[in-house]
């Protein structure tokens, strides 16, 4: 099969027809119409096989992990996703893999409302890149750039549990199922970042890893935060998993796509009804203080924390 067989047999008509989309797959660009008193938000990433995924990753496992990974960061500014587009490097055209691709991206499209607009495909290791594209009321967008002294900074999920899922997968684990599935079908959390987006003064994504990924949110607001170690989430499955390293993959780990963000006081009990409205799990970590840098708090205890996550070079 030649590329444009490929894109006619497997590509053809993933995700919703969105009202935003004025022209999708089948010419040289696309065309995205922008309603009025909306600005478009968009993002990029790469996923590489043995640094994103694993090796021989199946089909699906693949679509989710990439969708997710682009996804969340449009939920980190309070967008909804209108499109996407899909640049797609495979080593062979087999339909046993992107069968099982194509289908739990259409799915994973459908879900998020979200349509697949364009693209490319080419021979070579496999890689994926996908480009987002989401609206948000004008002015309206959640920066990473917003926090304020006094602010409570929370996080949505459980963190760290994708970590040691990977883990586990690589040690070739039996059981260890939730862990396992925090990293193989992860959710991005654009719905609750859309609702919380008139609340929440900055907000980020979490996919380095909390500690590193917050500390982009406090250097991007100059300001520092006091994290109180007993508040951060640890799921069952976790400290079954790590026990005494559990919370070193809560704060180091990555590849969570969940949300973290600061709430004024004020604020606090509304975030909570959209909590509880949405079926979020919300935890508040930490307050935003205006001394520079990072520290965890155990009773009267304050000690700074080692700023570190996951780097690509």
Request: net charge negative; aromatic share 6%; glycine share 10%.
């Amino acid at each position: 099969m030649d590329e444009f067989s490929i894109i006619e047999a497997y590509f053809t008509g993933v995700g919703v027809d969105h009202d935003a989309v004025t022209k999708g797959p089948g010419d040289d660009c696309a065309v995205l119409a922008v309603p009025d008193g909306c600005e478009l938000c968009v993002s990029t990433d790469t996923l590489l096989e043995r640094v994103h995924f694993l090796e021989n990753a199946s089909g699906e496992v693949v679509a989710a992990r990439s969708l997710t990974a682009n996804i969340s960061d449009l939920a980190a500014m309070g967008a909804t996703p209108i499109g996407f587009l899909l640049a797609l490097t495979i080593p062979h055209a087999e339909d046993r893999w992107l069968g099982p691709f194509a289908k739990e991206l259409s799915r994973r499209a459908v879900e998020h409302g979200i349509s697949l607009v364009g693209g490319n495909m080419s021979k070579g290791p496999l890689s994926v890149t996908i480009t987002v594209f989401g609206t948000v009321p004008k002015s309206g967008a959640m920066m990473r750039s917003g926090a304020g002294v006094g602010d409570a900074i929370y996080v949505t999920g459980s963190l760290g549990q994708a970590a040691a899922g990977l883990e586990a997968l690589k040690q070739a684990e039996s059981g260890q199922l939730p862990l396992k599935e925090a990293y193989l079908n992860p959710q991005p959390q654009w719905r609750f970042g859309s609702r919380i987006r008139e609340l929440a003064t900055a907000c980020i994504d979490i996919s380095d890893g909390f500690v590193v990924d917050l500390n982009h949110l406090l250097t991007a607001s100059e300001v520092g935060a006091e994290l109180a170690l007993d508040d951060v989430p640890l799921s069952k499955a976790l400290r079954e998993f790590a026990d005494e390293k559990a919370l070193q993959y809560v704060m180091y780990g990555g590849d969570d796509y969940e949300l973290c963000f600061t709430i004024p006081e004020g604020h606090c009990r509304e975030l909570a009804e959209i909590a509880e409205q949405t079926g979020t799990q919300i935890s508040r970590v930490a307050t935003v203080v205006s001394e520079i840098g990072l520290w965890s708090v155990i009773g009267d205890e304050r000690s700074p924390i080692d700023i570190k996550g996951y780097k690509h070079f």
